[in-house]
């Protein structure tokens, strides 16, 4: 079975860091493109970031180019995304998702056909 979990949200002051974690089970990460995407309080699901399927390439949102890092480890099974110098209109529960076979958007969530449950960050003083 298909499973992404999602962790490492939680409360973090602005301009903090934060490590979120996406362990996939049921595939393996190479054949596939993976990414983050999140929703904030009241507003509709973000696109953040994706990993190409060789794991060779890392696209940002401009919200936060700069500040995060995505990354991969296979031999793990996990995707990563670091988060440094939070902000908090970064606050939003964050999901890691699995692009279908194919994918050409990066960016689209209906390029993406599994998905983590969530992890929630929260950036405030």
């Known amino acids: 079975e298909v499973q992404l979990q999602a962790s490492g949200g939680g409360l973090v002051q602005p301009g903090g860091f934060l490590r979120l974690s996406c362990v996939a089970s049921g595939f393996t990460f190479s054949p596939y493109v993976m990414g983050w995407f999140r929703r904030a309080p009241g507003k509709e699901l973000e696109w953040v970031s994706a990993l190409s399927d060789e794991g060779d390439y890392a696209t940002y949102a401009d919200s936060v180019k700069g500040r995060f890092t995505i990354s991969g480890d296979n031999d793990k099974n996990t995707l990563y995304l670091e988060m440094n110098d939070l902000k908090p209109q970064d606050t939003a529960v964050y999901y890691c998702?699995?692009?279908?076979?194919?994918?050409?958007?990066?960016?689209?969530?209906?390029?993406?056909?599994?998905w983590g449950q969530g992890t929630l960050v929260t950036v405030s003083s």
């Open positions: 998702a699995k692009g279908k076979r194919g994918i050409r958007s990066y960016s689209h969530p209906d390029r993406h056909d599994y």
